[in-house]
């Protein structure tokens, strides 16, 4: 320690890592060539699945196609798909030439009204040829772009790139290939301003990928089964599962489904044939999940028949949502399975803590694993944490100046996140997330308001009301609630149908009266002014991506929500429609 400062790192050693992510790939082509690497479902609902060789091969004819188009570092691949087989033999494909594969977001595409960021991204990186999944779904955002000069493979044009005869100027690509060339380029949703562009090294990818072998060896005891969300464009599913699988030689079945009342039914349908060995989900996942689990036994036997690990990211889980996995499990296998999380970001590949020991409550984000190191600095009366390691980005494409206001004097990485111990008397027990520094904020009468524990806190007391809620009261006297309606779950209390009107669901009285039931329960066992919870606010407008107020992964900007909702924050206070006063 200096100056207050503490550095923590893992007292084991990291070791050895791959040169690049197609070192993974040709060794399991070799050692198991059949062995089933993604499967996705096709228009016939059958399972459609490619193996280790099949993918080598495949991705190597792609790879030719694309040195035939003379595509390089500063004419990339840009790939505008969900999660897809095509999605990932591409992405494979310009890599193995030393080529960024840059996924971006399908929301920019086909939820946005504008076409703002996709135009944004498309601009600064000046592809040299575009993905489209599907061409009709994708047809008005292509056309907002100009695209003199640039090639557009859609639908079945994909089959011609697969078809392209290999030579021996793949493998001398691929010899050019190390652990600084940068694999792909990841654009974060970011709270406000436009989406940065992280450059994601191989060396940033396989360093992650061996901590985390060397801190879950059960990974590697064993190919991993995945069935898989998770989007691709985003660093938790496209490089911590994706390159799980594809270093430890398993399979990853592609989700089509999603949290979401209208896909989640999907996902459901998927665990009845697919048994996985780890499953990776986002709290609201787990929320929407529990229930199916709870009432139908031979559902949740075959959820736990195999699972090593329950995993949860991108948002702290609510410790009753823990509580009732943790039942479930004991009820159908006899044992607790292991529940964990991790943490980290886009610039950091993204694994940077993780829990790899015994934990028996929600939020602890775990250690430094191997290679990693944290520095912890006060700041405002928390613990500001910054990272270092082989897994940290070397920079922002063609934005150097925002990289080095990222990066301290040491070279740790800024992330603007603040952490606390556990337990302070043992350190050994992890660390716990405790917010976003810029995200705290003060009350009138002077005292903090920790937004990211009290967020946590709120989510789990109005169950199952709460989908999410934005933490207000800047500068004002209390504490406040703009909350996110779990839409399905609110019209099953009030006994409406599924798919009322969201308008009517938060209008129901029932609903009302449950959610300050649960709310006033808290603020009795948290009167303090920073803690009590003074006046709630349902919204009847979801979150809206091109407003940067919800990431991909159903992640809630604070700060884009407050700045963008200005207008119901003052109606919050002044009393207006909707508003209810929790005693």
């Keep these: 320690m200096s100056g207050g400062r503490l550095i923590v790192r893992?007292?084991?050693?990291?070791?050895p890592y791959a040169k690049h992510l197609l070192e993974y790939l040709k060794y399991w082509a070799e050692k198991a060539p059949g062995r089933t690497f993604l499967a996705e479902r096709d228009a016939a609902n059958h399972w459609q699945k490619i193996s280790y060789r099949n993918t080598l091969q495949r991705v190597r004819s792609i790879a030719q196609a694309l040195l035939d188009r003379d595509l390089e570092v500063e004419r990339p691949v840009?790939?505008?798909?969900?999660?897809?087989?095509?999605?990932?033999?591409?992405?494979?494909?310009?890599?193995?030439?030393?080529?960024?594969?840059?996924?971006?977001?399908?929301?920019?595409?086909?939820?946005?009204?504008?076409?703002?960021?996709?135009?944004?991204?498309?601009?600064?990186i000046q592809p040299g040829l575009i993905y489209a999944a599907n061409g009709k779904s994708y047809s008005k955002a292509l056309g907002a772009l100009d695209l003199a000069g640039v090639e557009v493979v859609a639908d079945k044009d994909f089959a011609a790139l697969e078809e392209t005869v290999p030579t021996p100027l793949v493998?001398?690509?691929?010899?050019?290939?190390?652990?600084?060339?940068?694999?792909?380029?990841?654009?974060?949703?970011?709270?406000?301003?436009?989406?940065?562009?992280?450059?994601?090294?191989?060396?940033?990818l396989c360093s992650n990928q061996q901590a985390m072998a060397q801190v879950w060896p059960f990974v590697a005891?064993?190919?991993?089964?995945?069935?898989?969300?998770?989007?691709?464009?985003?660093?938790?599913?496209?490089?911590?599962?994706?390159?799980?699988?594809?270093?430890?030689?398993?399979?990853?079945?592609?989700?089509?489904?999603?949290?979401?009342?209208?896909?989640?039914s999907r996902s459901v349908a998927n665990l009845r044939e697919v048994a996985p060995t780890a499953y990776f989900n986002v709290p609201s996942g787990y929320a929407m999940l529990l229930p199916y689990l709870e009432q139908d036994q031979d559902l949740r036997d075959h959820f736990f028949s195999r699972l090593d690990m329950i995993f949860y990211a991108a948002a702290a889980l609510p410790q009753k949502l823990w509580e009732r996995l943790e039942k479930l499990s004991l009820g159908s296998c006899g044992k607790k399975i292991p529940m964990t999380a991790a943490w980290g970001s886009t610039e950091t590949a993204p694994l940077v803590t993780s829990v790899h020991f015994p934990v028996d409550k929600a939020g602890v984000i775990g250690l430094p694993v191997p290679g990693s190191e944290l520095k912890l600095v006060p700041n405002g009366g928390k613990l500001e944490?910054?990272?270092?390691?082989?897994?940290?980005?070397?920079?922002?494409?063609?934005?150097?100046?925002?990289?080095?206001?990222?990066?301290?004097?040491?070279?740790?990485?800024?992330?603007?996140?603040?952490?606390?111990?556990?337990?302070?008397?043992?350190?050994?027990?992890?660390?716990?997330?405790?917010?976003?520094?810029?995200?705290?904020?003060?009350?009138?009468?002077?005292s903090w308001v920790n937004v990211g524990e009290l967020r946590i806190k709120a989510i789990s007391a109005g169950a199952p009301i709460i989908q999410d809620a934005v933490v207000t009261g800047h500068?004002?006297?209390?504490?406040?609630?703009?909350?996110?309606p779990n839409i399905e779950a609110a019209a099953k209390v009030a006994g409406l149908d599924s798919d009322t009107s969201l308008d009517q669901v938060i209008a129901e009285i029932k609903v009302q009266k449950?959610?300050?039931?649960?709310?006033?329960?808290?603020?009795?066992?948290?009167?303090?002014?920073?803690?009590?919870?003074?006046?709630?606010?349902?919204?009847?407008?979801?979150?809206?991506?091109?407003?940067?107020?919800?990431?991909?992964?159903?992640?809630?900007?604070?700060?884009?929500?407050?700045?963008r909702r200005a207008g119901l924050v003052t109606c919050l206070y002044q009393g207006g429609p909707g508003v209810m006063v929790i005693q």
Aim: aromatic content about 10%; glycine content about 10%.
């Design 10 to 15: 893992s007292p084991v050693a990291l070791e």
């Design 78 to 124: 840009m790939i505008l798909s969900e999660n897809s087989i095509e999605n990932g033999l591409l992405q494979l494909a310009a890599m193995y030439i030393g080529v960024p594969a840059v996924p971006v977001s399908p929301a920019y595409s086909l939820l946005s009204d504008d076409f703002g960021k996709l135009r944004y991204i498309f601009n600064l």
């Design 171 to 204: 493998e001398k690509a691929l010899a050019k290939v190390g652990p600084d060339t940068v694999a792909k380029i990841l654009f974060t949703s970011g709270s406000t301003g436009k989406p940065k562009g992280v450059l994601n090294t191989h060396r940033m």
């Design 221 to 264: 005891k064993r190919p991993p089964v995945l069935l898989d969300w998770l989007p691709w464009n985003h660093t938790f599913g496209g490089n911590h599962n994706f390159n799980m699988i594809l270093r430890n030689g398993g399979t990853l079945y592609i989700d089509a489904g999603k949290p979401t009342p209208a896909l989640f």
């Design 385 to 446: 944490v910054r990272v270092r390691g082989p897994n940290v980005t070397p920079g922002y494409y063609k934005d150097p100046d925002l990289f080095a206001e990222v990066i301290d004097e040491d070279g740790f990485y800024k992330i603007g996140d603040a952490v606390k111990f556990a337990d302070p008397d043992d350190p050994s027990k992890g660390l716990v997330f405790d917010g976003r520094i810029a995200e705290d904020f003060k009350l009138m009468t002077g």
């Design 475 to 484: 500068d004002r006297d209390e504490v406040g609630l703009l909350i996110f």
């Design 514 to 563: 449950i959610l300050c039931r649960g709310l006033a329960a808290y603020n009795r066992k948290n009167p303090g002014s920073s803690t009590r919870i003074g006046r709630v606010l349902l919204l009847a407008e979801p979150p809206n991506v091109d407003a940067n107020e919800i990431t991909d992964k159903g992640y809630i900007s604070q700060r884009a929500v407050l700045e």
